[in-house]
């Protein structure tokens, strides 16, 4: 298990927001945990310092090619990036740093997959660099992947064979527990369950992580095969309930 650190832009500066409340049609409803004083290269610095290799920046809507680029910059070949990504300018991604590309949007059209569009992606910037976003939110028992910015629904279940499905097409899932993500309040355990039991690759879950019990708590029921990211309860974030070195400290251990 690794920590995977986060860079979440929105518009040009470095934020905690919970997800659920990202609207384009009610901007007002916008929760905003975090604003950071520090641009996003000092995260991209500190992650670097300590090789936390893996996480992710995410462009949530315009505005912030900038900091991501030069977040990218300040770590050629740490970070991966996702936020408006297409076959179309993947690779242009790539090229300023990225080590891979994160996808989810571009991939679904009318709340089914695309597949003539995921395997243009494929073929444009190569499995290899590939990690699919398949961020969800529940239903009944089930859990929907959810586009852009987890506003809208797709008739898609994370299932097993939607999973095996894709992990032929990328190198890696991020999956964010839309429904908890930015509440610090606690995970999706039978999410991360579900994961563990199903996900044949690599596979970042976030959502909720509140403290570092939570991190033991995907360790044990991902069964050690899940990564996991965490926002705004880090301290880095403006959090209480855990610090930064704890959490890197954790990491390490889970490395020995």
Same mark, same amino acid.
């Given at each position: 298990m690794?920590?995977?650190?986060?860079?979440?832009?929105?518009?040009?500066?470095?934020?905690?927001?919970?997800?659920?409340?990202?609207?384009?049609?009610?901007?007002?409803?916008?929760?905003?945990?975090?604003?950071?004083?520090?641009p996003?290269?000092?995260?991209?610095?500190?992650?670097? !310092?300590?090789?936390?290799?893996?996480g992710?920046?995410?462009?949530?809507?315009?505005?912030?090619?900038?900091?991501?680029?030069?977040?990218?910059?300040?770590?050629?070949?740490?970070?991966?990036?996702?936020?408006?990504?297409?076959?179309?300018?993947?690779?242009?991604?790539?090229?300023?740093?990225?080590?891979?590309?994160?996808?989810?949007?571009?991939?679904?059209?009318?709340?089914?997959?695309?597949?003539?569009?995921?395997? !243009?992606?494929?073929?444009?910037?190569?499995?290899?660099?590939?990690?699919?976003?398949?961020?969800?939110?529940?239903?009944?028992?089930?859990?929907?992947?959810?586009?852009? !910015?987890?506003?809208?629904?797709?008739?898609?279940?994370?299932?097993?064979?939607?999973?095996?499905e894709?992990?032929?097409?990328?190198?890696?899932?991020?999956?964010?527990?839309?429904?908890?993500?930015?509440?610090?309040?606690?995970?999706?355990?039978?999410?991360?369950?579900?994961?563990?039991?199903?996900?044949?690759?690599?596979?970042?879950?976030?959502?909720?992580?509140?403290?570092?019990?939570?991190?033991?708590?995907?360790?044990?029921?991902?069964?050690?095969?899940l990564?996991?990211?965490?926002?705004?309860?880090?301290?880095?974030?403006?959090?209480?309930?855990?610090?930064?070195?704890?959490?890197?400290?954790?990491?390490?251990?889970?490395?020995?």
């Amino acid at each position: 298990m690794q920590f995977r650190p986060c860079i979440d832009l929105h518009n040009g500066k470095v934020k905690q927001i919970v997800g659920s409340t990202l609207k384009d049609d009610e901007p007002e409803s916008l929760q905003i945990n975090f604003t950071a004083d520090h641009p996003s290269t000092w995260f991209a610095e500190l992650y670097r !310092r300590d090789n936390l290799t893996g996480g992710h920046i995410i462009k949530l809507g315009p505005g912030n090619d900038q900091a991501a680029a030069e977040a990218l910059a300040a770590w050629p070949g740490g970070l991966q990036i996702g936020g408006g990504i297409s076959a179309d300018n993947g690779r242009e991604w790539l090229d300023k740093g990225a080590s891979h590309v994160i996808v989810t949007s571009y991939v679904f059209r009318e709340g089914q997959v695309d597949r003539d569009r995921l395997q !243009r992606l494929v073929t444009a910037v190569g499995k290899k660099y590939l990690v699919l976003d398949l961020s969800c939110r529940r239903r009944g028992s089930d859990y929907y992947i959810v586009t852009d !910015r987890w506003q809208n629904f797709t008739d898609v279940i994370i299932s097993p064979q939607i999973l095996e499905e894709f992990s032929n097409l990328c190198d890696e899932f991020l999956i964010h527990a839309a429904d908890v993500e930015g509440q610090c309040r606690g995970i999706e355990t039978e999410l991360v369950k579900r994961l563990a039991e199903w996900s044949p690759i690599p596979t970042t879950y976030a959502g909720g992580v509140k403290d570092l019990s939570d991190m033991e708590l995907i360790r044990d029921l991902g069964q050690g095969r899940l990564h996991a990211t965490v926002g705004s309860a880090l301290d880095i974030f403006g959090g209480t309930t855990m610090t930064y070195q704890e959490v890197v400290a954790f990491h390490k251990a889970q490395q020995q």
